[in-house]
């Protein structure tokens, strides 16, 4: 099981292997695998059952196939296992009224691995890729994500997604599935 990344980390995929991801909306999370303790490539191994199952929580769960991953989390969601937490979302929709901001703050960084600002700060530039990978310049990328300038979009990608504007539009990398971004709010 892997956490989400502030970092950019290659991802092997043995050309014989299977490989499905399920990526959960932001403020899921397993209880008995807090986000922060899996964050940055500290994965966690989950015993297997078999061939075709593991072992969480001592029960048996199937692999999930694309067909019933759904199923798994709802399997998973019913037994208690994987929890969301409102507090995330009205972080992001803004809405600071609902508790203090600082119970707020402890909430989404105990049900994401990362602070509010950090989460932000991954998804402009996630959007900013998405756009370069889709033709846009950087100029107009750096207007459209809302960085203040070509110096400030270049260091941020390199930080968080491991390659320059250039390259990225270059496609010189594969980049992760996940790049399908909304706008940074």
């Not at 050309?15 to 922060?36: C, F, M, N, Q, V």
């Not at 994965?43 to 929580?57: I, V």
């Not at 759904?70 to 929890?83: C, H, N, P, S, Y």
């Not at 998405?130 to 990328?141: I, K, N």
Request: charged letters at 25%.
């Amino acid at each position: 099981m892997r956490g989400p990344e502030t970092r950019p980390t290659p991802a092997d995929c043995p050309a014989d292997a299977e490989w499905i991801g399920i990526r959960l909306s932001i403020g899921t999370w397993l209880p008995l695998y807090p986000a922060a303790t899996v964050r940055d490539r500290r994965d966690a191994d989950l015993p297997g059952a078999g061939h075709r199952a593991f072992r969480l929580d001592n029960a048996v769960w199937e692999y999930p196939s694309f067909d019933n991953a759904e199923v798994l989390v709802a399997r998973l969601a019913r037994a208690g296992l994987l929890v969301r937490d409102p507090a995330v979302s009205a972080a992001l929709a803004g809405d600071w009224q609902a508790m203090t901001r600082r119970s707020a703050q402890r909430h989404f960084l105990l049900a994401t691995g990362l602070t509010h600002r950090t989460y932000r700060q991954v998804e402009r530039a996630r959007y900013a890729a998405g756009l370069l990978r889709d033709g846009a310049g950087v100029g107009e990328t750096v207007h459209q994500a809302g960085y203040y300038d070509q110096a400030h979009l270049t260091r941020s990608l390199t930080r968080l997604i491991g390659q320059t504007p250039a390259r990225i539009r270059r496609h010189e990398r594969q980049l992760s599935f996940l790049y399908k971004t909304t706008p940074p709010g």
